[in-house]
């Protein structure tokens, strides 16, 4: 048995992933996987409409105004399915209103497709300014909005309800919307009041399936209208919605694994208490990390009151002897994944609360860090 040989990997085996995903997972939602269902297959296709039932009672939404569309890939896939089919081909002028990479992607997305957009960038580190969006709502006409749930790269959350109720007042012919990734399934948020018409996630976050498809929840009464908008084949939200309503089957082959692990993931969510349950857990497994990292000295990247239980970056300390590569190696000896920062003006690491983690694997975290602190020679409380 090599180390590194994924094959041999046993559940006791695997690491403690405090990452925005892939995450940890349950093992009775790996063992789901355990089963070739062809597409066509009647339960299969049961499963797919219960997950899309499913994922809109997680959202508290009526299914007569809104529709949950699985899209196979990643969640950038479904993002780019989500802006190619909600901006019109002729007259499209895309919003961005971002403060990290996730927002400057969708920008990237636009100018792949070829989306006319105006990408307005706030502070990294503070949520976004609902009065400078406002500013920038009333002077233009935008066919589309969109904005960042939870920023993962900071762990910022955003007011995408203030900004949401902000567009339909000033732009309510636009679609807004809400790339939800980190956040759909942990963080409250009402569409119906937030106005949002497409809200994006993905399998493998908050929901805790494994990698391979991620979904829109889209307002009907919008996506009816786009048929034809995208200009690409296979990432069409409406050709999707489309085929999935008169056939129940996806147009291509479907991430048949990954949808019954979904299934079973979505199901156990549902039944213990939905949104509610999950940011409990995930609140005070951030709760822990945060005392903890607090004690030895760290400091937060992103100010107080901005921040979210999803995920937290802290500063790395200005003493020579800290090396954020040592750090995650010493840790992942440990059996624990950290993840490097993802800002553009500070030097950060991240460590994420989502997955199946608990208590003890907090406890476990801090006090690894401690110990690893202590072989770098770093003396605590750290300095900056
Ligand atoms: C907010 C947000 N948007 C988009 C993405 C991109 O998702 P993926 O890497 O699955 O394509 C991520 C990934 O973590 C994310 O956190």
């Not at 995650?328 to 991240?350: H, N, Q």
Request: overall charge negative.
């Amino acid at each position: 048995m090599e180390a590194g040989d994924e094959s041999a990997s046993t559940p006791q085996e695997d690491k403690r992933l405090f990452t925005p995903g892939p995450l940890n997972t349950r093992l009775e939602v790996r063992q789901a996987m355990l089963r070739d269902l062809g597409s066509r297959d009647a339960a299969f296709i049961s499963t797919v409409k219960d997950i899309r039932r499913g994922l809109l009672e997680l959202a508290g939404v009526s299914d007569e105004v809104f529709t949950a569309v699985p899209m196979q890939g990643s969640g950038t896939f479904s993002v780019e399915a989500v802006l190619q089919t909600a901006s019109p081909r002729d007259g499209a002028k895309v919003l961005i209103l971002s403060n990290g990479a996730y927002g400057r992607r969708q920008a990237k997305v636009c100018q792949a497709a070829g989306i006319p957009y105006t990408l307005r960038e706030f502070p990294e580190d503070r949520a976004l300014d609902v009065s400078a969006a406002e500013e920038l709502l009333a002077s233009d006409s935008f066919t589309t909005v969109t904005a960042v749930h939870c920023e993962t790269s900071s762990g910022v959350l955003n007011p995408v309800q203030k900004m949401g109720q902000a567009v339909r007042r000033l732009q309510p012919h636009a679609a807004f919307v809400v790339d939800s990734m980190s956040a759909f399934g942990a963080v409250p948020l009402d569409l119906e009041e937030a106005g949002v018409d497409y809200l994006v996630s993905s399998a493998n976050k908050c929901i805790e399936g494994v990698p391979g498809f991620a979904f829109a929840i889209c307002r009907l009464k919008h996506l009816e209208t786009t048929k034809g908008n995208s200009r690409s084949l296979s990432l069409d939200l409406y050709e999707q919605w489309f085929n999935l309503e008169s056939t129940g089957q996806f147009r291509f082959t479907p991430p048949t694994h990954t949808m019954l692990a979904f299934h079973r993931a979505l199901r156990h969510l549902l039944s213990a208490g939905g949104v509610a349950t999950q940011a409990d857990r995930y609140r005070s497994n951030n709760v822990t990390v945060k005392r903890g990292l607090t004690e030895l000295g760290f400091r937060q990247l992103v100010r107080d009151g901005d921040d979210c239980y999803i995920i937290t970056s802290f500063l790395c300390p200005s003493d020579p002897l800290f090396s954020f590569s040592k750090l995650y190696r010493g840790l992942s000896e440990r059996g624990l994944v950290i993840y490097p920062g993802k800002v553009t003006e500070a030097d950060c690491f991240r460590v994420g609360n989502i997955g199946d983690l608990h208590q003890e694997d907090m406890v476990r975290l801090v006090e690894g860090v401690r110990d690893v602190l202590k072989e770098m020679g770093v003396t605590t409380p750290v300095r900056y």
